[in-house]
């Protein structure tokens, strides 16, 4: 099923729509996604997880492709398990990640430069809330849009980038 989180940043409510990515709830990613502002695409940075999740019906492909086609134009990126690398927290790691998910999410339709690309581990909390001391060489995310930059260290700060889409009551 659909887990909900809700939670205050310094700018807005977040609802977290917790949709699993496990085939068998495909038709719930869907719900969940056609009603999201924004997705956070999560990637396992450990050997062998990324490679199956960007493989050709890998699940990190098809995620960002039911995403970018249900209409969710802002994406962050979230790359997780940095404690898992070898060697842990490896920065050539990320940036492999960085790279290869920026060339994909391109082809479908996303800019990669508005893209938030945060290296974590939610598992020890590293750039979830606050910068991690195990990754000194990231300098934090910047992503350029047509209504203008933003930058962070990590990824609550990503959420609090995301720009607000018009709603149809916004019109009235």
Request: hydrophobic share 40%; aromatic share 10%; proline share 6%.
């Amino acid at each position: 099923d659909i887990a909900l989180w809700k939670f205050e940043t310094a700018k807005y409510y977040v609802t977290i729509i917790d949709a699993p990515g496990h085939r068998d709830f495909i038709k719930n990613m869907i719900t969940g996604t056609s009603q999201a502002d924004c997705a956070v695409l999560i990637v396992a940075a450990g050997t062998g997880e990324f490679e199956a999740g960007i493989s050709k019906n890998g699940q990190t492909r098809e995620h960002a492709l039911l995403a970018f086609t249900l209409g969710v134009k802002q994406l962050i990126v979230g790359v997780n398990k940095m404690d898992s690398t070898e060697p842990p927290y490896s920065e050539i790691r990320f940036e492999e990640i960085k790279k290869e998910v920026s060339s994909y999410i391109k082809k479908i339709g996303y800019n990669p430069a508005a893209v938030a690309f945060v290296p974590i581990s939610g598992w020890h909390g590293d750039n979830m809330l606050e910068p991690s001391t195990k990754m000194p060489w990231f300098k934090g995310w910047a992503v350029e849009r047509k209504e203008g930059k933003a930058e962070g260290k990590c990824l609550i700060e990503a959420l609090d980038a995301i720009l607000p889409p018009s709603r149809p009551t916004d019109k009235a």
